[in-house]
């Protein structure tokens, strides 16, 4: 099978491409390199260096191609107001040029990495895939559920079979965005205080990278209605604080916490992110790591790879 997995040189495109790659699959990547680090793809990689918003660069990628995993978006949530254009160019209209790009060269099969900001501040907790869209919060939040009504249109309207991925914060190797990286990086440069946004009693569900990677497999292999929708996630929550005790203690030091206040980080931040998967998990799926320990292999890989903190 010929996989194309746009966003392959990022933290999730590069384990998934390493798990196509052990199964004897050919992979074609596309990254514009803006945040993907070319050190994450193994050699079989069929690397190309180029913007989805090219569209007419990108469509010749598209031929022979089984199946698109498409991962490249602007995850970069808590910026979004200082930039409200980038959400929409590179989550909403690079989404419909890799559709249009299916669509040119009679490729029927995408999977597409949402989020589970969509559901805003859910009124259902655990917030179950046929949950209602609340107001949105976020421009992330929102550029994501553009991109799912495209993809479900495009289903509907050209035959596509479309795996929607609704995820909790992912964690593990090549990790390179996130709460985890930053309270590391703040640490090792003074273990003596920690600048924590908010309250710190913020609850949000993680998932290890590669346990994400195999239920993306799995309901791929699974499910096959027009448009499958799944939250990703764990079956538990931590808060803030609870992170910072083991991120604190594997690192044997003890920071003065200063809390920034309020409930939430930053605008559109979602003070509680609890998703249900028993829908994934319905398919024999379930996580190998509990949030403790994806926290832990996280500062781990972080440990083992200080270029990684070098890039950022």
Not at 192 to 199: A, I
Not at 250 to 266: E, H, K
Request: aromatic share 10%; proline share 4%; glycine share 8%.
């Amino acid at each position: 099978m010929r996989v194309l997995i746009t966003g392959a040189a990022g933290f999730i495109g590069s384990n998934l491409a390493d798990r196509y790659l052990e199964d004897g699959h050919a992979v074609i990547g596309i990254d514009n390199l803006s945040t993907g680090q070319r050190e994450f793809l193994a050699q079989a990689v069929e690397l190309h260096e180029v913007d989805l918003l090219n569209l007419q660069a990108i469509v010749p990628l598209f031929d022979g191609v089984d199946q698109v995993i498409h991962l490249a978006a602007n995850a970069d949530v808590r910026f979004g107001p200082d930039h409200p254009d980038r959400d929409l160019q590179q989550n909403v209209i690079a989404t419909w040029n890799v559709l249009e790009a299916m669509r040119r060269t009679n490729v029927k099969r995408i999977a597409f990495s949402s989020t589970g900001s969509v559901y805003g501040e859910a009124p259902v907790i655990p917030t179950p895939e046929d949950a209602g869209f609340p107001i949105q919060t976020s421009l992330y939040g929102a550029s994501k559920v553009s991109a799912e009504a495209m993809i479900s249109a495009y289903a509907e309207s050209f035959a596509f079979e479309a795996h929607i991925f609704r995820f909790v914060s992912i964690l593990g190797e090549r990790y390179t965005h996130g709460h985890v990286l930053d309270f590391y990086k703040s640490l090792r440069a003074d273990p003596s205080q920690l600048r924590v946004l908010g309250n710190g009693k913020h609850r949000k569900s993680y998932l290890y990278v590669r346990d994400c990677v195999e239920a993306i497999l799995v309901a791929l292999d699974k499910a096959k209605d027009k448009v499958n929708i799944f939250n990703l996630g764990t079956d538990e929550y931590c808060q803030v604080t609870d992170s910072i005790g083991w991120i604190t203690g594997y690192m044997n030091v003890a920071p003065q916490l200063n809390f920034t206040g309020g409930d939430r980080g930053w605008i559109g931040d979602n003070p509680f992110i609890f998703l249900d998967t028993k829908k994934i998990r319905s398919l024999g799926w379930q996580p190998s790591l509990t949030i403790r320990q994806a926290v832990i292999k996280t500062v781990q890989y972080l440990e083992q790879n200080p270029w990684v903190l070098e890039r950022r």
